[in-house]
């Protein structure tokens, strides 16, 4: 069954600060991987995807992630934290099941403090 | 170009009554899924839809949840006889026609919360 583990509920960093927020998934087969951020009280906006190819994949605002097969990690970092950047991050991993869609399973989510 | 819309954004409802919460895919897309969020989790799959047609609800519960896609009209989860734990951001999604062999992105609604009183 496919599972993601964000290890981290909470970190704090220093605004200007590089950022590392984990995330390693279990799947039978090759995974699709997304992360994506909530702000409060808002929906998902969807950060960066990885499907195949590069495994260094880079997204939106500045984040990139890199997929490591060996490992069942998929990181996302940042090289320079914003405070805008506070929010929670959802690492998820989808697949094609045999119906012919693609089904999500969560983490549980990193929320991300950026202290001045 | 429109994204996923939800309405209502926000919804209370007293113990016993009736939720509902409707939503409307990005123009061109055809799969719509439900997720719920209760309070500090992540996301849970509830139900995938096409037009007409219920692919996989094994994430709904069993009893009083409910969900359709039409052919004419947004796709509706319904919650019957609601209960205090069923207060939580309810998220609806969607994406195009899924390619066999590859991903497709799936786009997030601003979600549904759902306060029971």
């Known amino acids: 069954a496919q599972s993601v583990t964000q290890p981290d509920i909470h970190i704090t960093v220093s605004e200007g600060a590089s950022l590392e927020l984990r995330c390693n998934y279990s799947y039978g087969a090759t995974p699709y991987l997304f992360w994506y951020v909530q702000s409060p009280g808002q929906g998902l906006q969807l950060l960066l995807k990885y499907f195949s190819g590069d495994t260094l994949v880079q997204g939106i605002k500045g984040f990139e992630a890199e997929f490591k097969r060996s490992q069942s990690s998929f990181n996302l970092r940042k090289p320079s934290v914003h405070w805008s950047d506070a929010a929670e991050y959802f690492c998820a991993v989808g697949g094609l099941m045999n119906t012919g869609f693609q089904k999500l399973v969560f983490g549980t989510g990193t929320r991300l403090l950026v202290s001045p | 170009n429109a994204g996923v819309m939800q309405n209502p954004r926000h919804l209370v409802r007293r113990r016993g009554q009736e939720a509902r919460l409707r939503c409307s895919p990005m123009k061109g897309h055809s799969h719509v899924y439900w997720y719920r969020q209760l309070p500090e989790e992540g996301l849970k799959f509830m139900v995938y839809l096409q037009k007409e047609n219920i692919i996989d609800e094994s994430g709904m519960p069993k009893e009083r949840f409910s969900a359709e896609f039409p052919k004419e009209g947004p796709s509706i989860l319904r919650i019957q006889q609601v209960v205090r734990g069923d207060s939580a951001a309810y998220f609806c999604?969607?994406?195009?026609?899924?390619?066999?062999?590859?991903?497709?992105?799936?786009?997030f609604g601003e979600g549904s919360w759902l306060t029971v009183v």
């Open positions: 999604a969607s994406s195009p026609m899924t390619r066999t062999g590859s991903g497709n992105t799936i786009y």
